[in-house]
């Protein structure tokens, strides 16, 4: 499987046949336009990603939640590519503030298995991280289609989710946010975990311990790839950054990762944004 990671949770699944996007981010507004603007899809590098890595075999989108770094350019990418949209209703009335057709929109459900191609992904309700001074809207919906050129605060959070990737023979769990319910991963296994950090390096030593006790000790994988944990307000035209330090102390959930990856002889790999790995 080739996995490419355009930072933050955007991951592009390729199986050399068919492609699914989770989560489709690549605009990476400003921290003042996040604040006190609204900003459409950036066509130059949405377009560039697209074409560079050649989405013309793109089958679904999946959105985990609905805030701007995790969906703003699904319209127009699902528009481009005839995609399918899976996710919650207010990822749907995302897509229709984009115009996105009606008939390549799905509202998918908790513990359902959804089969594209080779591809059977299983949807699983999550929690996000713990509101911060940047996202305060946990539990809020996106109730009515979500017109391009909004205000990017009005990307409300709708409901967060993993997804459980199988494919060829290989299990893959995408988990975008620094949260778990407990016990809900308890027969959950996969040979890879996208584990988003974003929150890791604040968390006192309890809530660590309890993270990866619901997480990676659950689902025992042989490889951990870290997501969420780049500074999404700086384009993907600039060479990757930790996050702003007031968010994230990125070296210090960096370091937390690897001594218990190294406790656990788990593989760990940071994947740059803009590259591809094969897994």
């Given at each position: ?58 089958r679904a989108i999946f959105i985990s939640h609905t805030h701007h770094d ?25 897509a229709r503030g984009g115009a996105v057709r009606e008939e390549q929109l ?174």
């Amino acid at each position: 499987m080739k996995v490419t990671f355009f930072g933050t949770t955007t991951l592009l699944f390729d199986d050399g046949k068919d492609q699914i996007l989770f989560d489709c981010h690549f605009t990476r507004p400003s921290l003042p336009e996040y604040i006190f603007g609204a900003k459409d899809t950036d066509l130059t590098i949405a377009e560039e990603m697209m074409n560079t890595h050649h989405m013309n075999r793109l089958r679904a989108i999946f959105i985990s939640h609905t805030h701007h770094d995790h969906v703003m350019d699904m319209p127009f990418v699902a528009r481009m590519s005839g995609a399918m949209v899976y996710g919650s209703s207010s990822a749907l009335n995302v897509a229709r503030g984009g115009a996105v057709r009606e008939e390549q929109l799905q509202e998918f459900e908790a513990d359902r298995t959804y089969r594209i191609g080779d591809y059977s992904v299983t949807v699983l309700k999550s929690l996000h991280s713990k509101p911060t001074i940047l996202n305060n809207d946990i539990g809020e919906t996106i109730d009515s289609p979500l017109p391009p050129h909004s205000k990017l605060r009005e990307y409300k959070e709708g409901g967060s989710y993993d997804f459980l990737v199988e494919s060829h023979g290989r299990k893959y769990l995408i988990r975008p946010s620094f949260n778990y319910i407990e016990g809900q991963l308890d027969h959950c296994q996969a040979d890879v975990l996208f584990l988003g950090v974003a929150g890791l390096g604040k968390a006192d030593e309890e809530t660590e311990s309890r993270f990866f006790a619901e997480t990676a000790e659950k689902v025992k994988p042989e490889l951990i790839i870290p997501i969420h944990w780049d500074n999404f307000f700086s384009p993907l035209t600039k060479p990757a950054n930790r996050m702003v330090r007031f968010v994230e102390k990125t070296e210090v959930v960096f370091f937390r990762l690897a001594k218990y990856c190294e406790k656990h002889d788990i593989d760990l790999l940071i994947q740059v944004p803009r590259t591809a790995i094969h897994i």
